[in-house]
């Protein structure tokens, strides 16, 4: 398989390489050039795989020409293991859970970091180690995290032989589970960096590093945010998972997904195209609306960012909005530059009518604020006896207002543990006791290990230069 840049400039790569790089040279990201596309036979023949092969089966024709069958099969079924020895904590890897009238939560909490990253991110460490084992080469990985991204990654990456991670949080801007999932984790190749500063800054540091990779002396950078591709073609699997097990691709299924840089719900959007009935796909926010914005209104312009009580969708652009763009302009690269070029000298943009019908045909969208995430968690505790955290209550709460149709089981995706977000099971008057389970029960009396740096792109590359070789300098 081959993949191209949204922006059409950057030489087209292989998957390996696609798996071991950023943003595309030209500014773009990876797409695959041609989607694999399946047979609704060939989906029906599913059915009953256990959740590894259905990965392997509908992942395969991505790492093609990169990574042999026998690898990758080994590789996913351990990455999808299960049982006190495995990765994740229930049987069913993404269990679905009924609410009432044909709606559904699918649990992508049960990996070790009780967020749906997991799905994503233990695959990714797990595919850099035998790439990097095969090569024998070295990586460094840099990332920014608001809370969510940084422990997942470090949890896929903590046993890579070949590769170094620095994650950047913003100091004392992270709850206190979300810091501890992450400055607990020891190993000379783990290093957390708390910034002085805030989400945006070690954000855009991590962006300037992978401009300017100077200070790596030739060591290869690869990013863990969703603009690897990697990311999204793992997350293509739970989509399918899920509908088979309710009845597609006999019926079709609607989903619904709570979202910020547009990750998820694209891997969505491209297990449609790759054959599986989805009937609608809605966009799921909360105050910060860029992309309801657009879906309802033809408009994708940058605003200011508000801290609401689901942080992890706490974001003013839309990192991956540009791969679904591509496909609205018939996969013309030069369009999606110009578009990007406007938008990033400060104006937003609408695309041409028909463009933005053609994305209302699968997409809809809502906005749902703080008090409206509480009254949804309490409301579905109330009927139903389950307790979801924000992002998921956002999602549950955008099913019930933009679902099209009841025939279709509506499928919310249940993206963290409630216990990552104690505040606004608290704020929703919820009295019920919050446990972690069994692997973090002591989280709270582990020994923590985190370096605190200015707010300077100069002081975090000397420090990645001095430890980037497990701990030692490069
Ligand atoms: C990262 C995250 C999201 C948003 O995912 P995107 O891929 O950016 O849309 C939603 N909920 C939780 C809990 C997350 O950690």
Known sequence: MRYISTRGQAPALNF?????????SDGGLYVPENLPRFTLEEIASWADLPYHELAFRVMRPFVAGSIADADFRRILE????????????????????????????????????????DFALQLLGRLLDHVLEKRGERV???????????SAAIEGCRRCAN??????????????????????????????????????????????????????????????NSINWARIMAQIVYYFHAALQLGAPARSIAFSVP?????????????????????????????????HRFMSGNRYAKETLH???????????????????????GRNGAA???????????????????????????????????????????????ACGELLDPHTAIGVRAARECRRSLSSPMVTLGTA????????????????????????ADLFQREERCTVLPNQLQAIQAFVGQHGNRGKPL
């Open 78 to 117: 351990e990455t999808y293991s299960v049982g006190e020895k495995g990765v994740f904590a229930h049987e069913a890897v993404a269990p679905l859970r009924p609410l009432k009238g044909n709606e559904w939560v699918l649990e992508l909490f049960h990996g070790p970091t009780l967020a749906f990253k």
């Open 259 to 291: 979202t910020g840089n547009f990750g998820d719900i694209f891997a969505g959007y491209l297990a449609r195209n790759m054959g599986l009935p989805i009937s609608q796909l809605i966009v799921a926010t909360n105050r910060n609306d860029i992309l």
């Open 336 to 382: 999606i530059a110009a578009l990007m070029d406007s938008f990033r000298q400060g104006g937003g943009f609408s695309v041409e009518d028909e463009r933005w019908s053609e994305a209302r045909k699968l997409f809809d969208s809502l906005a749902v604020s703080d008090a409206e995430t509480c009254s949804t968690i309490a409301e579905v505790f109330d």
């Open 140 to 150: 460094v990985i840099l990332g920014a995290t608001s809370g969510d991204t940084g």
């Open 163 to 224: 590769v170094d991670i620095f994650i950047l949080h913003p100091h004392q801007r992270v709850s206190e589970v979300q810091r501890r999932q992450m400055t607990t984790i020891l190993g000379d190749n783990i290093h957390n960096i708390a910034v002085e500063g805030n989400f945006d800054d070690c954000q855009e540091m991590v962006k300037a590093s992978f401009a300017d990779q100077g200070f790596l002396k030739g060591t290869r950078l690869v990013a863990v």
């Open 417 to 440: 543990h409630p216990v990552k977000f104690p505040d606004a099971v608290r704020e929703a008057g919820v009295a019920r006791a919050l446990e972690l389970p069994a692997h973090l």
């Open 307 to 329: 801290p609401t009580l689901s942080p992890s969708m706490d974001i003013m652009v839309s990192s991956n909005f540009e791969r679904l763009l591509f496909d609205l302009h």
């Open 16 to 24: 390996e390489d696609v798996l071991l790089t950023g943003l595309a």
